[in-house]
Every structure is written in structure tokens, then in C-alpha cells.
Nanobody, 122 residues
Framework: QAQPVESGGGSVQAGGSLRLSCIASGYIRCKMDIKWYRQAPGEEREFVSGIDFNGPVTYADSVTGRFRISRDLLKNTVYLQMNSLKPEDTATYYC????????????????WGQGTQVTVSS
């Protein structure tokens, strides 16, 4: 079973931008809904944004207007464009697929990536 793989994290100053990527094996075949979460030290993991395979997107209030989720079907990749970053956006960002490809079969269930660190300095 393949986990989603996140990339694109890094350190930026407040007001800067980063683009995170989540590559999910079997994305098209399994018609995966993909969600981004984040977890800051000492805090609970929280929802950031999501894109259903059929298209609808959602955002947490804290990132609406600053973050944008998109996808490239040819690359099995979902992106999270993060603009106007704030120090409070500092966290490890995780990608979660709501289905996974296991043994050639699409299985319903949460499938988390290992995360990518985003640090925003003031």
C-alpha cells in the first residue's frame, strides 16, 4: 500500500508563499478525495483544505482567500498554494487520501502521508 507523498515545505518569511504537492498513487483509478491537514507543536491536527475527486473544494476559515487547492490529473498530484503566509501557519502539513490502492484494489480508508514542514518567521 502506497502512502501519499508530500513535498514543497520550507522556511519563509511572513507574507511569503509556498506550494505543497501531494502525489497519490492510484489517484485517478481510485477516484480519491484528498484533504490537507496541519499540526503545530502541542496542537491537534486540523483541517486546512480538501478537493473531492468530482471537483468540490473546501477551505478552513483561517486560510480562505490565502490558500488555493488544485490538482494535475496527469501527474496524480494535488497542490496547495499558500500565499500571504503568517507565523501561525507554521506546522507540519499532511496529505490524506480517503481511498488507497492496495494489491490492485481500491480500498476505502484514511491514508496519510508523512508530512512536510512549513515554518513562517515574522
Amino acid at each position: 500500500q502506497a502512502q501519499p507523498v508530500e513535498s514543497g515545505g520550507g522556511s519563509v518569511q511572513a507574507g511569503g508563499s509556498l506550494r505543497l504537492s501531494c502525489i497519490a498513487s492510484g489517484y485517478i483509478r481510485c477516484k480519491m478525495d484528498i484533504k490537507w491537514y496541519r499540526q503545530a507543536p502541542g496542537e491537534e491536527r486540523e483541517f486546512v483544505s480538501g478537493i473531492d475527486f468530482n471537483g468540490p473544494v473546501t477551505y478552513a476559515d483561517s486560510v480562505t482567500g490565502r490558500f488555493r487547492i488544485s490538482r494535475d490529473l496527469l501527474k496524480n498530484t494535488v497542490y496547495l498554494q499558500m500565499n500571504s503566509l503568517k507565523p501561525e501557519d507554521t506546522a507540519t502539513y499532511y496529505c490524506k487520501a480517503l481511498r488507497r490502492l492496495a494489491g490492485g484494489t481500491c480500498v476505502v480508508g484514511d491514508n496519510w502521508g508523512q508530512g512536510t514542514q512549513v515554518t513562517v518567521s515574522s
